[in-house]
């Protein structure tokens, strides 16, 4: 063997030893052997256990296609299936779950994580881990916490809308973008805010509607990893408005005993503290909001600029009302800063937060409020006036 | 690391070199014109198409005239040729000052195309190239008369390059003609044509075509140093040629380009680039021939600028799907499921239900079973041409879905793969043969081992190169005066310089650069 053949051969075995060296994820799986999780439910049995729920769609069923019912036809088969499993840890009960489905659970594409509300009661940073170091868990998945039924039957309904509940779900809560009456908390948004220092976590809320509906509204407040209350549509919107994540949503006003709609399309809002001698006084919260008239049920005219006034500043009331309400309630009944008036002064005044930053939430409570918030009506759509008879 | 096996190669070449060329020698021709005729029955034992006619002049002169039956034009030959030499001999006596050799030929032959041969060799070589050879008695040299015919295939339409605009003239297996319709393009006699013969046996007639003052010398020196260099007894088509002289003998991808369109070759003599001939094949090779222009067609030339460069984005992206479309697939179903949005999720995972096979193993399978079909489709007489396509979609494409073979979704990834890969025909062999081993990386690797392959693939682009000039260029290196012709092209009009990459001695085009001409004229 000549030198320099000697040398290609040596190279080639290099380059051929190196392979294996750079395969990242090197564990082969084809799609057909997986569990497609669309939804994933996390509850507590009543001795201790985590009762893990687990919503398997069929793509066959999903979408009929030719290759698959090559078989000839058969019973319709059902879009997804429900499992449940028990373990001491979630691991556990996902591997668990494999005595029960025949292949391996595949959770990248899950679209919703349901947290009962009694294991939200009790604490979830614990049970999150799974989730946090997890490869193949998505971030993108939305959290909620489930109000009065459990998980599983919430993941077991057949909802007409769509074949799978999962993405129902999901769609629903897609839409807070036009409503604002829910939050939407993907897994990472969730991990971040339990992250976050001055900042406590708040996940929407869901319920069953019927027997064939869920319903996504409202929040649920959490202190220090536990779930402890509630609030409604619309203090949840106020939390919306005060924390920026309002992009769309319908505020009715009352005027000249008649209601309008409006359409709020731009929001703006910030919320601070005001500082004196590293002393938090004040809580301030400026929300700037931008308008258009959806619907105007009042009797008289829409013409003159006073009546534009006299809706922004009915606007602005209602606004000013839902974050009040939002903010009292935190500061009152749950001692929990979700809108993350402590995480400005982390960030602003940190000399301040490392006098009051441990016992915040209690802090928090006691500091008077400035809702600031500016109307501004920007069209009033195609008509100016009601269609009505002259008078 | 193919060092060796080049090694080896050039071993054998010097081993064909030593071993001589092989060459007959015929000898000079022999005065007496009985001994020429035992000389030519000799050579011409067992030629049946060889026809040796002898015609007595008069009552002592003979002459012998030798042609091959088919080959020629008799009545031209008998017209021309034959009759005044018979006349002349048989009325007019000799002449003492001038021999009647030359007197045969400045005065009595009227056909243009007369040439002497000196020996027989010259002589044989003239008869089997399709012209009459004419002995005289007493004369030590051969009258010899081009009266070909004009045989072969009429000019028309190549089936391999069709264009929607353009000529439809396509070159054709006779060499002189294919020369005569690059002529009739450019009427210039900076249009050089140079004649050499390869081939120990088959002596086939090669002709380097190229237009003086633009095209750069080095390079031309080049093919003709490697032109002479090729050591065969048998050139069939420029297929071989191109064998022969491109540079890496053993890379896949083409470094010479060919050609069946007469205005295409035009186009790129007029960039600078040389163009071989060769006879018995419409295949003309064209050098330095790079990647981009594998993208490249005359219709673009012809066409609205915006509407070419939308064209060959088209075409570099053909170009990658079927290259890539396969590997892709069976990577994101294999690996990388993570990425695929959940919806399109559902679609593959219901499309892969109940398939016993691997994504590999069907993708292979059907990309298998598509080459098969491309290949009878080509060996297969045209009428059952039909029915091949019929069983092809229907086994293809209906059946191996229903009965659970192939996915419905893998037939669309063949399918698209199958159509690109016709779009850009230079790497119609490439892409067939790099598919598989992207599919082969795909399975082991996912993601990571297509591109691994790619850079391996784009490494020997870059370092591949066409008598001398890069192959990826005007992109590696870049040459930014060359992109005005590459992936975005400008409208013709504003193409002002030629592809500056091929070095060029006029590298101007239009009316500029006969302007500088003039001035350099002047001075």
Redesign the interface.
Known sequence: M?R??KK?LM??IAVILT?PV????WN?????D?N?VMGLGLDKTDDGKILLTVQV?E??A???????S??GGGEKQEPVFVVSSEGETVLEAIRGMLAVVDKRL?F??A?VLIISESLAREGIEEILDFFERGQ?V?YLMNVLVARGVSPDEILRIESDIDPIPGVYIYGTVENSVSRGTVKKTMLIDLLKEIACKGKQPSIGQITIVGEKKVKTKGLGVFRDGKLVGWLDKDETRGVMFAVDRVESAIVNVLVDEGKAALEVVRSRGTVSVDVENDEPVKLVVRVKVEANVGEYEVKGKLEAPERIKILEKALADEIRKEIGMAIDKCQKEYVSDIFGFGSYLYRFHNRCWKKVGNEWDEVFSELPVEIDVDAAIKRVGMIKNPLTKEE | MFDWIKERHRAGKQKSENTGTGKVLYGPIPKSIRAVRERLDEIFSCCSDVIIREIACGEKKKIIVVYIDGFIDKRLLNQDVIHPVINFLTNVESKDDVSIYDWLKECVVINSDLKDANDMGQAVHGIVSGEAAIFIDGEDRALVAGVKTPEGRQVEEPDTETSIRGSREGFVENLVTNMVLIRKRIKNPELKMEMMQLGERTKTDICICYIKGIANEQILEEVRKRLREIKTDAILDTGIIEQYICDNRLSLFPTVGNSEKCDKLAGKLLEGRVAIICDGTPYVLTVPYLFIESIQTTDDYFDHAFFATFMRILRLIALMISNLLPSIYVALVVFHQTVIPFKLMITFAASQQGIPFPPFVEVLLMIIAFEFLREAGVRMPKPIGEALSIVGAIVLGEASVSAGIASNLMVIVTAITAVCSFIVPPFIRVTMLLRFVFLAAANFMGFFGIILVGITVYIHLCRLRSFGVPYMAPFAPLTVPDLKDSIIMVPVWAMITRPKILRQQENVRGIKGSKRQREENRK
């Not at chain 1, 750079?22 to 994820?25: I, L």
């Open positions: 000549s320099g053949r290609v190279r080639c392979i750079f395969t990242g994820c082969n799986r084809e799609l057909s997986l497609i769609a793509p066959g999903i979408q009929p296609s030719s290759s698959a090559g078989g595949f990248s594409v679209q193949e998505s």
